[in-house]
């Protein structure tokens, strides 16, 4: 499916490797970007086990590539975030009410999704990273989607995909 696209790619995955199944995954992202296909790929920063030239490779390849969540931006947000959480005892302890629940990005905050669209159309979620031991080693599973749901992972994947400051400029659905 990654091979045959014609307008979008997403990939949200835990891990991706610099190995076989990583190189063949990475070959068909870029030989696609090279056809004008907008390929995006969002990697956890603790998964993230691409060296430097293999991101450079998928980036030159015109493949746009986040690795978000990494570890001392995480360590950052933990320690901005406890001012805020002294004064919101303080105040809760005095009558006031509970802030709204927001998304935490410290730390030990990582996104362990997986999860493929291919034009929209078809997309693959399950529990299988990219990388060669989740093909040949690991039992994990991996499912292929069709119909409305197809939308809703779309949906999940951009909005991760904002968060961790991806932009939409040319996507062919027109999203902003």
């Not at 990494?70 to 005892?89: A, D, Q, V």
């Not at 291919?118 to 292929?144: K, S």
Request: aromatic share 10%; net charge positive; glycine share 12%.
């Amino acid at each position: 499916h990654l091979a045959a696209a014609q307008h979008t790619i997403a990939v949200q995955s835990f891990i991706l490797t610099d190995d076989s199944t990583g190189r063949s995954i990475a070959e068909i992202l870029k030989e696609r970007a090279r056809a004008g296909v907008a390929v995006r790929v969002l990697i956890d920063g603790s998964g993230d086990r691409m060296t430097r030239d293999y991101k450079a490779d998928l980036r030159a390849g015109g493949v746009e590539l986040i690795v978000q969540h990494k570890y001392l931006t995480g360590f950052g947000n933990s320690l901005k975030r406890i001012p805020g959480k002294i004064f919101g005892f303080f105040k809760r302890l005095f009558g006031g009410s509970r802030p709204e629940p927001q998304e935490r990005r410290g730390l030990f905050n990582h996104d362990h999704r997986k999860i493929t669209v291919v034009d929209g159309q078809v997309a693959f979620i399950g529990g299988m990273n990219l990388a060669r031991e989740y093909e040949f080693e690991w039992h994990d599973v991996h499912t292929r989607v069709r119909g409305s749901a197809v939308r809703e992972l779309e949906e999940l994947f951009y909005d991760r995909w904002r968060a961790a400051g991806g932009l939409l400029a040319g996507c062919w659905r027109g999203e902003n």
